[in-house]
């Protein structure tokens, strides 16, 4: 074989690993403009996203696949789990977040953000020991404490589950809410979210909605990617009548919608009836009372 075709050869392997090595950071980017170019509903955009995510990224986190990865190449498959794992909270993609974040730190090429990344889609997945080991193993990253988690009495993972807020060094409990088999009002509010503090101030103020929403309704915030411990405490102090609780994960709420707050459900015996969702400068007092009236809850 002549030293021409020697050469020749030699250029198309390397070229061939240049494109399999280019092919993640290309992929990475091809999500990141999915995410970036979608115009449309928010569930719509996830769709889009994973679409891209499965066909072009799947089988970019195995063991195999990652060690032989070059740094850039690593950096871009976590960067794009990352990206995926704030939109959509399946397991499959925290595993392949958590298998990238591995490579990286073998490697020695974890930064802030990345950890900070990290520990917060461990947050959302409430794998609140992992996160912990992470805060501790990081010191640098700054990140916030993490409380144990501990199962109250009598728990039920089957069942809508929530987290109840504890003071700093106390565990806090997952536990079943008393979710009524008659009617009930479930609200997804924030304690950080404008929109669910004026509506809570507008319904304590409403001598027609307090005392329905005191007997009657259930407030529950998101899986969040942080704890907002002194949040949701501050909140409990303030409003008494409508604490808000974080719930232990969405797919325990499969009729609730967490993604926006806040979002007022109306149900009879375990049934959505009614749905409003936002609350305006005006406020929505005319679509509160209708979700009541569908329920017997007002004339």
């Known amino acids: 074989m002549s030293a021409r075709m020697l050469l020749w ?27 970036d170019d979608f115009k449309g509903p928010l569930d719509q955009r996830i769709a889009a996203m994973r679409a891209v995510f ?29 990206l995926m794992a704030f939109y959509d909270h399946a397991p499959e993609v925290l595993d392949d977040q958590r298998d990238a974040f591995g490579e990286l730190r073998r490697r020695g090429l974890t930064d802030n953000e990345r950890v900070k990344s990290m520990f917060g889609t461990l947050i959302a997945h409430r794998r609140f020991d992992e996160a912990r080991a992470v805060a501790n193993d990081f010191p640098a990253a700054a990140l916030e404490s993490v409380p144990e988690l501990h199962d109250a009495d009598g728990f ?33 509010g924030h304690p950080l979210c404008h929109f669910s503090q004026n509506a809570t101030l507008a319904i304590e103020a409403d001598s027609t909605l307090a005392d329905v929403f005191a007997t009657h ?15 949701y405490l501050d909140w409990r102090e303030q409003h008494p009548r409508l604490p808000i ?16 707050t806040p979002r007022f459900y109306f149900l009879r015996d375990g049934v959505v009836q009614a749905e409003v969702v936002g609350w305006p400068k005006e406020g929505n007092r005319d679509a509160i009372l209708a979700g009541l009236k569908k329920i017997g809850l007002a004339d």
Not at 217 to 231: K, M, Q
Not at 245 to 258: F, N
């Open 9 to 35: 050869l030699g250029l198309v392997a390397c070229s061939a690993v240049t494109c399999v090595q280019a092919s993640v950071v290309v992929d990475a980017a091809s999500l990141q403009k999915t995410h």
């Open 54 to 82: 499965d066909a072009r990224l799947a089988d970019a986190f195995s063991s195999a696949r990652l060690t032989a990865m070059s740094d850039d190449e690593v950096r871009a498959a976590f960067d794009a789990a990352a």
């Open 156 to 188: 039920d993972p089957h069942r809508p589950a929530i987290l109840q807020v504890a003071q700093s060094g106390t565990p806090w409990l997952r536990q079943n809410p008393v979710v009524s088999n008659d009617v009930q009002i479930i609200v997804v």
């Open 217 to 231: 309704s259930l407030w529950i915030g998101p899986a969040d990617r942080h704890v907002y411990r002194d949040e």
């Open 245 to 260: 609780v974080p719930i232990l994960d969405a797919a325990s709420w499969p009729l609730i919608d967490t993604s926006s």
